[in-house]
């Protein structure tokens, strides 16, 4: 990270206690091809001459992401009753990594069962969004896109706010499945559609902030199944906490999803607004990422048919600028056999963020397919 983005970088971070609570604890590190801890793990409350230490911050060498993690989670371990905290790491960055991409899979992988949830905020076009998205999605984080750099400050400001707030550590449902089930993929729904990744059957959904519920959608494929019973069940487990904090050791839950069948019966039974609301502002944003794949294996006029597709779509529910923009990025794509500079990546963020926004939509839209009926 050089120039302005790096000067309102540290500019941003300069604020950072107005966000955080005075009790508090954080630390600093800057990374290029080696790490360097500007603030080693201190109370908020008695970090001084922050701007001055980052000051020391300059744009030196490359990228290599692994090494900033790593020290990261060094200072992390290193609070004070590291166990009884909600430990986060946020990665803010402008560029991509190469060659260290499983070290920091496996560092996250890791660092998850202690509890500690990974965040990144990418920043301009370079940084590799695939490897930070599935990175957080394995830790239960967010990933921040921010095309304008004067957005910065605000967006490490809501991270670190929501951060503050968190009063129940990382959480994770550890499950089983039926033989004849496979689990094809889980979204987390707020704030915005996030892709988890479950790891050896186990989800990690993230911190829990009062008042801001979360849902998750499951996606499973079944099998020819035999059953002798009326109902089947998908899924049984546990919620529960990370880490080790002895506060919350003896919290779990039980989880368990089951659906009805009936044999010989074609009738299926319409899920209900939040679900279609779900399944619909998830199939928005797998749009994009299926024209993503397939303009980038080299099938343009598919990936370009769906961007259109998806911005009809779109167009229909009222959200008439991201139509226009995904219209121009398929004109682009049409003329330069690729994406423009960002246009990937804006398009995906943007789509994730149209929840709440679907939502109306797709209960009209599931009135209107039983009325047919």
Not at 29 to 57: G, H, Q
Not at 343 to 354: C, E, F, N, S
Request: proline share 4%; aromatic share 6%.
């Amino acid at each position: 990270m050089r120039g302005l983005p790096l000067e309102l970088m540290k500019k941003a971070l300069a604020n950072i206690g107005r966000w955080l609570h005075p009790d508090d604890f954080l630390s600093i590190v800057s990374f290029n091809d080696r790490a360097e801890t500007i603030i080693k793990t201190s109370k908020v409350s008695e970090i001084e001459n922050l701007s001055r230490n980052l000051a020391k911050i300059h744009a030196l060498g490359g990228t290599e992401i692994y090494q900033g993690l790593k020290r990261g989670y060094v200072q992390l371990i290193r609070t004070p009753n590291f166990k009884r905290t909600i430990p986060h790491l946020v990665l803010i960055t402008d560029g991509r990594t190469y060659g260290d991409e499983e070290m920091c899979m496996r560092l996250v992988k890791s660092s998850r069962t202690e509890g500690i949830t990974f965040s990144a905020v990418g920043i301009g076009d370079e940084w590799n969004d695939e490897l930070l998205d599935q990175m957080a999605g394995i830790s239960g984080g967010e990933t921040r896109y921010i095309t304008n750099t004067n957005m910065l400050a605000r967006e490490v400001e809501l991270l670190m706010v929501k951060f503050s707030q968190s009063t129940v550590p990382s959480t994770s449902l550890e499950y089983r499945i039926h033989d004849r089930c496979e689990v094809s993929n889980i979204y987390r729904l707020s704030p915005d559609v996030t892709p988890l990744v479950g790891v050896d059957n186990v989800c990690t959904f993230g911190t829990l902030v009062p008042a801001s519920p979360i849902q998750i959608l499951f996606e499973f494929r079944i099998h020819p199944i035999q059953l002798s019973q009326s109902s089947l069940t998908l899924l049984e487990g546990s919620l529960k906490t990370n880490g080790n904090n002895p506060e919350f050791q003896q919290a779990s839950h039980p989880v368990n999803i089951s659906v009805p069948v009936q044999a010989g019966s074609t009738k299926t039974a319409l899920p209900s607004n939040q679900v279609m609301s779900a399944v619909y502002a998830v199939s928005i944003y797998r749009m994009q990422e299926n024209a993503r794949k397939m303009i980038q294996q080299g099938n343009i006029s598919e990936g370009v048919n769906v961007l259109k597709n998806l911005a009809r779509q779109l167009n229909a529910q009222g959200n008439k600028q991201l139509a226009d923009q995904i219209e121009r990025e398929t004109v682009f794509i049409s003329e330069h056999q690729s994406y423009s500079e960002g246009g990937a990546k804006q398009i995906k963020y943007a789509t994730r963020l149209l929840t709440a926004e679907t939502q109306q939509v797709v209960i009209r839209d599931a009135t209107r397919k039983v009325e047919r009926r």
